[in-house]
């Protein structure tokens, strides 16, 4: 069964940093890209970033471009999200999401139940 | 970047209608666009992807059609448990999502 745990989330203040992890099981995590994806409060979903199969591949969202840095861990199944220069406008429910086979980066056929970051003074 | 534009925001129907949802691309995706199912609470879950291809699991009475830069997901006989969000997303420029369209219960 495939499972997406995310942690790591909390409160922070503006400015501030903070690191999400979420752990896969169930599949080959080596072998599928994977993203973050965010829902502010009351607001739709946003693609923050996508890691290809390899460590090199990245894509993020012009809104986080040069603060987030995605990453991952093949050898521990692990995917991560470094977010610095926090703004307010970050605070959302942060969900980690699975593409959909080896050759198809997306959609998302998987997701964790999300972990919930909020900046805030 | 590439926009999406979904419509309506928000679709008031009964139970046993058939709803229909558009999303517009400002520019060509081909069929690289995926449906999704959103409630309070859980993680989203694809409904379709390429436009047309049905998620495994997902129920019939949901279809997806379209190309270029015009899509629509059409739920025939709408049941109480379709009763949710739904966004389009594109892939084929990186990954955007409409704003999403809350089917409510009339």
């Known amino acids: 069964e495939v499972q997406l745990l995310e942690s790591g989330g909390g409160l922070v203040k503006p400015g501030g940093s903070l690191r999400l992890s979420c752990a896969a099981s169930?599949?080959?995590?080596?072998?599928?890209?994977m993203s973050w994806v965010r829902q502010a409060p009351g607001k739709g979903l946003e693609s923050v970033a996508t890691?290809?199969?390899?460590?090199?591949?990245?894509f993020y969202a012009d809104s986080v471009k040069g603060r987030f840095t995605i990453s991952r861990d093949n050898s521990e199944d692990t995917l991560y999200l470094q977010m610095n220069s926090l703004r307010a406008d970050d605070t959302a429910i942060y969900y980690c999401?699975?593409?959909?086979?080896?050759?198809?980066?997306?959609?998302?056929?998987?997701w964790g139940q999300g972990t919930l970051v909020t900046v805030s003074s | 970047d590439i926009q999406m534009t979904q419509s309506p925001s928000i679709l008031t129907a009964s139970v046993g209608d058939r709803v229909t949802i558009t999303c517009r691309a400002s520019?060509?995706?081909?069929?690289?666009l995926a449906w999704y199912q959103h409630k309070p609470g859980k993680a989203p879950k694809v409904l379709i992807y390429?436009?047309?291809d049905l998620d495994s699991a997902v129920p019939s009475r949901f279809t997806g059609t379209g190309s270029g830069t015009e899509f629509t997901l059409t739920i025939n006989s709408l049941q109480p448990d379709d009763f949710a969000t739904y966004y389009c997303?594109?892939?084929?420029?990186?990954?955007?999502f409409g704003q999403g369209t809350r089917v409510e219960m009339k």
């Open positions: 999401a699975k593409g959909l086979n080896y050759y198809d980066f997306w959609p998302h056929d998987f």
């Open positions: 169930g599949f080959p995590f080596d072998n599928y890209a």
């Open positions: 890691i290809l199969r390899g460590v090199d591949s990245t």
């Open positions: 520019q060509s995706v081909g069929t690289w």
């Open positions: 390429k436009a047309s």
């Open positions: 997303q594109q892939y084929n420029h990186y990954s955007t």
